[in-house]
């Protein structure tokens, strides 16, 4: 099965500019999880989709950052204006299900590293 | 306030040896964890897993204890292999109405030399 889709790879862009972050979960997962993962530091929760509702965004700076996911399938993560601390990986990662029994397994994509000058 | 620890932030060994990974957490209402591998420029993979009412869950050379009453897991990569290096991360999912969320430790950089 093809994995999770992400781009671009990398981003280079100057403090307040804006940019959108791309992801294609695996086909037939309802749950799409966008982290953040900073140098030196474990992946963060930024916000959760189950479909396409938000079932978790507790650590999205609301501010600065938003997320949609259209008809349930691919997402964009946005983030305008940028600042110096936004510098990070963004990791797109999907499940078949949030909640169901079992250990929730994610699937993630390669990520895009974000740097602010 | 971080749920999920990774006190070593890296582990040194030599082939064929065994490497230890530790990981604690805080929160009793985590009802499973997992281990991930991650290689540069790659996203994290999944390892093994392990519910919190198990104590011990094994698959090939990579073993998962947990003990809840230190709250406490350890993964044990034996024989270790150069391919084994790369930074592993521990995972706790919420249960409940979390929807299945994922915190994860810092990480752990393991480099094992030939």
């Known amino acids: 099965e093809a994995g999770v889709a992400q781009s671009p790879r990398y981003k280079i862009i100057e403090k307040r500019q804006s940019v959108a972050f791309w992801c294609n979960p695996i086909?037939?997962?309802?749950?799409l999880y966008w982290y953040q993962q900073i140098l030196g530091q474990g992946p963060k929760l930024l916000i959760q989709?189950?479909?396409?509702?938000?079932?978790?965004d507790s650590q999205l700076p609301k501010d600065r950052f938003s997320a949609e996911r259209l008809k349930g399938v691919d997402s964009t993560l946005k983030i305008q204006p940028a600042k110096l601390e936004d510098s990070a990986v963004y990791l797109c990662a999907s499940s078949l299900q949030g909640w169901v029994s079992g250990a929730n397994v994610l699937t993630f994509g390669a990520g895009s590293r974000l740097t602010v000058l | 306030d971080q749920q999920v620890k990774q006190n070593s932030p890296s582990l040194s060994v030599q082939e064929g040896r065994i490497s230890i990974l530790n990981c604690d957490y805080t929160?009793?209402?985590?009802?499973?964890f997992l281990w991930y591998k991650k290689y540069p420029a790659e996203g994290p993979t999944f390892l093994i897993s392990?519910?919190?009412?198990?104590d011990k869950n094994e698959d090939g050379r990579f073993t998962v204890f947990l003990n809840k009453s230190a709250k406490h897991l350890s993964l044990h990569i034996v024989p270790s292999q150069p391919g084994d290096s790369a930074v592993y991360f521990c995972?706790?999912?919420?249960?409940?109405?979390?929807?299945?969320?994922?915190?994860f430790g810092q990480g752990t950089i393991l480099t094992v030399h030939p």
């Open positions: 392990i519910s919190s009412i198990k």
């Open positions: 995972a706790a999912r919420s249960g409940g109405t979390s929807y299945g969320k994922l915190t």
């Open positions: 929160n009793s209402m985590f009802d499973y």
């Open positions: 086909s037939g997962h309802a749950t």
């Open positions: 989709f189950q479909n396409n509702g938000v079932v978790d």
